[in-house]
DNA sequence: CTCATATAGTGGCATATGCCAGTAAATTCC
DNA sequence: GGAATTTACTGGCATATGCCACTATATGAG
């Protein structure tokens, strides 16, 4: 409101807008390699997941994703849809639906990794290897189970 | 539960997709923090960036956030439904809207202020105040539109 | 001035995500 | 064994975001 704090910004500051600003610049760039292959990004993310880890229950698979199942649940819809992904109900535990790619699915996903590899190539590149290996340690961190709990048990580290 | 510790992670290797993880987490455990407010984060840290660049257009607002214009409209309406926001058209330029927060949305940032300083401390507490900060400037680094240039060019650092 | 073009927003459609309220099936407790 | 509880998903609702098409304005070329 006043022109003295003029240029204050958020991403500042705040390292949580400081992660959703750059999720979503990254996300764009990204998004426009890959974009020829129909797929997003998120999309490319879960069916690498599912490919790597066919046979998950959906639980497992939210929660590897760092995502709520339901949440889980409505983005695997479309592609489901699309024959890319598939349902499979456990045998033993009628409660459980196992996730798997289709035939389909395992083509759209290599024809996707190519356009990924670019998107990758030129990130490495511009950003530097090691820093990225670093940065991807830092966010997984963030990402993990553990630092949640922390975080939610007050603060204080030990 | 998987016996083979083998399987592979997409974000180990995938930068976007590392991003987006921490992402989610992280902006779950802000949310859970500045819930009371009845704001989501991405709510709070907008009216941040408005209230203290009240007056911007749209367009400009959302160029800050970087964010689409017309994600960044839809963004708002709940805001300006709730009276939280406003746009003013501007005199000389009918095309633009200028955007500023109304007084009961200025007392809602405020008060939700309250909560995101306890969420803040916990990060950096638990994070390190250093390396928050270092990870912000990576991460405004890779918000910033000299990476996007860069990186849509092609690669090379040149 | 007029017309072609560029600019700022809006509205519709689609995916991304989360919360909450069910539903159904498995497990635990008595 | 049967009721109470927990677990795995589903469906509805709401926000978060992006693309595209369209409208209203402003601007520049002639």
Redesign the interface.
Known sequence: ?NER??S???????????????????????D?LIDASGLR??QY?LM??IH??SGSSLK?LAE????DLSALGHTLKPLIRDGMVELVPDGKDRRVKRVKLTEAGIEKWQEATRL?RE?????E???GEE??KA??D???L??SKD??G???A????D
Chains 1, 2 share one sequence.
Not at 64 to 67: C, I
Not at 154 to 157: E, L, N, R, T, Y
């Open positions: 409101m704090t003029k204050f910004e958020g991403w500042q500051v705040c390292s949580n807008s400081a992660l959703k600003r750059a999720t979503r610049q990254l996300g764009q760039l990204y426009d990004g998120t993310t690498t997941q790597m880890n497992v590897s994703m760092v995502m990924w998107a990758h190539e030129r990130f590149r511009l950003f820093q990225a940065l991807r830092t966010l997984n963030i990402a630092f949640a922390r975080f939610r007050g603060s204080d580290k």
